[in-house]
């Protein structure tokens, strides 16, 4: 049972454009989500996280929305860079103890240049 | 600081052989998680060790175990490896979570099994 999904396999969006990234959860339980990005041969780093009291957070050009509601999650990057190409895969945990991160299966963005 | 270092990097094994795997955490954080990473499956929760205890346990076979020391380290061992446990394995490290804003996990760059 895929707790997060994250339906697009791959997107590919030019350079300077938005690039929207989503992600879906089942889990009324879990209310803090992130969003990490992996290069080929290195591990996920983190990029962003959102707590469920927020509905969006924004860190210069990447900004993730989520509503509660509808249990959806995005990430914006405005404007689209080359070095932004990579897999990105969101995250999510309950807020209680010490629970572990479940991952959706990944989003491979190319930017075209 | 250094980061999260796993050992080895690429690792080529035969069916029914055991496999061992390492991971060094960054220094001071306690929590130790393990993940495998499939085509088409993300990233899929192994086991989780705090302070030398397992906490978490993910929905794979008996066959994947795992265990950490005092010093934080951890080690992940297969048995009797299938073709299917070719993946790349990733270790995260993180501080105990306390407050909401303190769960990142810090991965590392993975070993990469292939089973033949």
């Known amino acids: 049972d895929q707790q997060v999904k994250q339906n697009s396999p791959s997107l590919s969006v030019q350079e300077g454009r938005i690039s929207i990234l989503n992600c879906d959860y089942t889990?009324?339980?879990?209310?803090?989500f992130l969003w990490y990005k992996k290069y080929p041969a290195e591990g996920p780093t983190f990029l962003i996280s959102?707590?469920?009291?927020?509905d969006k957070n924004e860190d210069g050009r990447f900004t993730v929305f989520l509503n509660k509601s509808a249990k959806h999650l995005s990430l914006h990057i405005v404007p689209s860079q080359p070095g932004d190409s990579a897999v990105y895969f969101c995250?999510?945990?309950?807020?209680?103890?010490?629970?572990?991160?479940?991952f959706g299966t990944g989003t491979r963005l190319t930017i075209i240049p | 600081k250094a980061g999260v270092t796993q050992t080895p990097r690429y690792l080529i094994k035969t069916r029914g052989q055991q496999v061992t795997l390492s991971c060094s955490p960054i220094?001071?954080?306690?929590?130790v998680s393990w993940y495998q990473q499939t085509p088409g499956q993300g990233l899929q929760f192994l086991f989780e060790?705090?302070?030398?205890?397992?906490?978490n346990k993910g929905n794979f076979p008996g066959r994947f175990s795992g265990r950490q020391f005092s010093n934080s380290r951890s080690e992940m061992n297969v048995s009797t490896l299938e073709l299917g446990d070719s993946a790349l394995y990733l270790c995260?490290?993180?501080?105990?979570?306390?407050?909401?804003?303190?769960?990142?996990?810090?991965f590392g760059q993975g070993t990469r099994l292939t089973v033949v």
């Open positions: 060790y705090f302070s030398e205890t397992q906490r």
């Open positions: 995250a999510a945990r309950p807020n209680f103890g010490n629970e572990k991160l479940t």
């Open positions: 995260a490290s993180s501080r105990r979570m306390t407050t909401i804003s303190d769960t990142e996990a810090f």
């Open positions: 959102i707590s469920s009291i927020k």
């Open positions: 220094s001071g954080h306690r929590s």
């Open positions: 889990n009324s339980m879990f209310d803090y």
